[in-house]
């Protein structure tokens, strides 16, 4: 798997496999004639789509940041996908990148819908238990009360397994408010994709990684106003896309994306007006 240097920090990306996903749902309402440019959709109009988890090795811990989409959905569900079933997952995608899942010291939910965090833990015969044993796990309170909820328009993205034992027995931190979670490492509420997702920064001697979650799932929507149908509160997710995009530019910032198939990583740049990600 790809990985960059950031000051003292090394980030790996690990997919955990593609899935595919309707493409007009993904770009909302940019006109498939602009976005097919971009990627190739399939037979049902399903393009490909990375659960994209990205490894943050500080020098004495290990991040997980997002954990993917997890088996604990129906077999319609994976096909609907285009998945196998069981799924592919993520601490053998990690471990096959040489990351024993046991020597985890972080993990980092950006949100709570089920493809972000769907490998913090697995349904076995003796109950859930946690992926990462030895991880203490980070998400939003607002988030975690937010996600039971239940509102009509998103419970879909929801599996309280993913979470609740987690904060139940103590492995999982809501966190109240911005901040750092580790040295150099900072979340930050970016609104717009729904109300209390988190940005994630990792900053080590002048050198950032930033990853923009669901603001930025893949190269292409780079563009502020491509901005996907799931999105609760678009005018939000301009308004902030733009913000941090034009940070990331100043500061040559290494960008990650949560749901690109093939691009790792990326470098945002504002030329005549128009925003554009290079490869990095
Ligand atoms: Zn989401």
Redesign the pocket.
Known sequence: MEHRVVGDFRVTLVRSGVYYWDGGVLFGVVPKSLWSRFVEADELNRIPLGFNSYVIETGDRTVVLETGGGYKMDARAYERMRLPCPPPSLPEALEQSGFDPESIDVVIN??L?W??CGWNTERGPGGVRPCFPNATYYARRSEWEYAHTRHPRDAV?YIDDNYDPLVESGKMILLEDDGEVLPGIRLDRAPG??RD?MVLRAESKGATFCFL??LLPTAAHVTPTWVTA?DLYPLESIENKQKWLDQAAKGHWLMGF?HDSTQAFGRVEKRDGKWIMNPA
């Open positions: 950006s949100h819908h493809d972000h993205s994709h729904n997702m979650a669901d799931f949560s």
